[in-house]
């Protein structure tokens, strides 16, 4: 079964396009996406994504976490589903709907000399009931609420992109121990389905850097879900402006977060090798 490592900013996947060849069976989509993203012992990458069918988009965009866990969006992984679309799956639309579980996302291609340079995605509005992140607790948002972790107490503000976000602001991202707390807010238990982690350092009004530590892949080199958060956070926080520069620790993201309510995310999209998963 052929498959194409991709990436969004070092936010690596294994991308295998469903619409055109069969998923082989005998083992079930966490158990492959374990074995598959392994970094050692499989192809190595923070993800699986597969491309199905879809009756009222392009494509239906399933994303399978490296842990097997299924999520419901993925900023990098649908940038370089639209560029492999129109390179490669014979979609030649500037303009693309890609259904997810998350809700039909919208990526407008930048073309330069017939190639995808870039990809701007409408990322579609916030969900900021706290019901709705999913998050434990009294009906409202979360907006710079204590969170106590281990006797120390953060200040956290949650979002959803379609995935759940805790984003939290501190001094300094470089000082931030991201391999102890990430797993602990990740898996805490006010969070019912787990959460992604942004570690938020302002520089600027435009411009923030962030370590993210994902829900079922841990440190990555980018999150765009994350980036849209993060820039939804530092507005209700009133720490930025609405069009943010996200400086990762793989590169940057602009986001945008427009008087439609609706995030924008624009951001580059490459295509690494392909290659043959043995159908066993
Ligand atoms: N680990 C995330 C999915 C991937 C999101 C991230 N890679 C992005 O670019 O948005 C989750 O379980 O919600």
Known sequence: MQFFKVHGLGNDFILVDLVKQEWPGGENLSESARRLCHRQFGIGADGLVLLHPSPRADVFMQVINSDGSEAEMCGNAIRCVAKYLYERGGIKKEVMHIETR??????????????????????????????????????????????????????????????????LFVPDVEQVDLYGLGPKLEKHPLFPRKTNVEFVQVLNRSEVRVRVWERG???TLACGTGACATVVAG????????????????????????????????????????GQIPCS
């Open 102 to 167: 998350a809700g039909v996302m919208v990526p407008r291609l930048v073309l330069e000399n017939g190639r995808v340079a870039a990809v701007r995605v409408d990322m579609g509005i916030p969900r900021l009931e706290r019901q709705d992140i999913p998050m434990i607790g009294p009906p409202g948002s979360v907006i710079k609420e204590p969170l106590v972790l281990e006797g120390q107490t953060f200040h956290i503000t949650a979002v959803s992109m379609g995935n759940p976000h805790c984003v």
């Open 217 to 219: 892949a841990g440190p």
């Open 235 to 274: 507005v209700l926080n009133n720490y930025t402006d609405r069009e943010v520069k996200v400086h990762l620790p793989g590169g940057t993201l602009l986001i945008e977060w427009k008087e439609d309510n609706h995030l924008y995310m624009t951001g580059p999209a490459e295509e690494i090798f392909c």
